[in-house]
């Protein structure tokens, strides 16, 4: 039992070295959100009204509705530059180790995924922490009750971007899917309007807002911002990261996924 927490301390270990060599990596991470923060949402504030909705007691300005979006935003594209590094650890054969090893291939999987995570909690707390020279402040029990939240949320979005990985080989091929799918997750929810904004003005584009996991990882931590509970979305952000580290471990599975099939043509000859 002593070698599983020695095999999550190791690989959390190695995410953190590379996350501490990519200082560049961090920043960029903050410069996307501070830009709607600062620029847009400024812009927006005299366009955009948001009323009064749970779990707002009274009207916020534009840029206090948005600060979710920005932080699920944070988690989302952490989530795919983690599984962008997962592409090129396979292509340059140490993904090839860590799956070879006596552990669950699971559990491996699983200490890559949560270690993605844990970086991903920092840069929203420092983006947090911004954001409130800007006057966006949280009530202090919401910077608690947020944890929480942001683990479920980075996951199940680390989880999607896992699943990604799996299916590309090549890091060319990945890149251009990552805009495929963070782009239209990321305007396609209530990150930057409310759904019921939506309603009123495309019935269409709401119903998919509305299915849209990216959706329900925002109002979780929309809701946990203010020490409130969105049971709806925990649900469906639950059962998403279930599915999606589930299909990620099967295509991960050599007995399974076309990735090894390489690997199979090379035993042969």
């Not at 830009?35 to 005299?46: C, M, P």
């Not at 983690?82 to 699971?106: F, N």
């Not at 922490?129 to 199940?156: C, F």
């Not at 019935?203 to 979780?220: C, D, Y």
Request: hydrophobic share 55%; with cysteine.
């Amino acid at each position: 039992m002593t070698g599983w927490p020695i095999v999550l301390t190791g690989i959390m270990r190695r995410e953190g070295l590379r996350f501490l060599n990519q200082r560049g990596r961090f920043f960029a991470a903050l410069v996307r959100p501070l830009v709607w923060l600062f620029i847009f949402a400024a812009g927006f504030r005299s366009v955009l009204g948001v009323s009064i909705m749970p779990p707002y007691e009274t009207y916020v300005l534009y840029e206090v509705y948005v600060t979710p979006g920005l932080v699920a935003m944070i988690q989302l594209f952490n989530g795919m530059q983690s599984s962008l590094s997962m592409v090129y650890d396979r292509e340059t054969g140490a993904m090839r180790v860590l799956l070879t090893s006596p552990w669950p291939r699971w559990f491996l999987l699983g200490c890559k995924l949560l270690a993605s995570v844990l970086v991903s909690v920092v840069q929203v707390y420092v983006f947090l922490a911004i954001a409130a020279l800007w006057d966006v402040r949280l009530p202090l029990l919401g910077y608690v009750t947020l944890l929480p939240a942001l683990i479920l949320s980075g996951l199940m979005l680390g989880a999607l971007g896992l699943l990604l990985s799996s299916a590309f080989r090549q890091l060319e091929n990945f890149a251009g899917v990552m805009n495929f799918v963070i782009f239209p997750m990321f305007f396609a929810s209530s990150a930057l309007y409310p759904l019921w904004r939506m309603q009123e003005s495309s019935i269409l584009l709401w119903r998919i807002a509305s299915l849209n996991p990216f959706t329900h990882a925002v109002e979780l931590i929309r809701f946990a911002m203010y020490a409130k509970m969105n049971w709806l979305s925990a649900g469906v952000t639950a059962g998403c990261l279930i599915l999606f580290f589930g299909l990620a471990v099967v295509l991960f599975n050599p007995a399974r996924s076309f990735l090894s099939r390489p690997a199979k043509k090379e035993k042969r000859t």
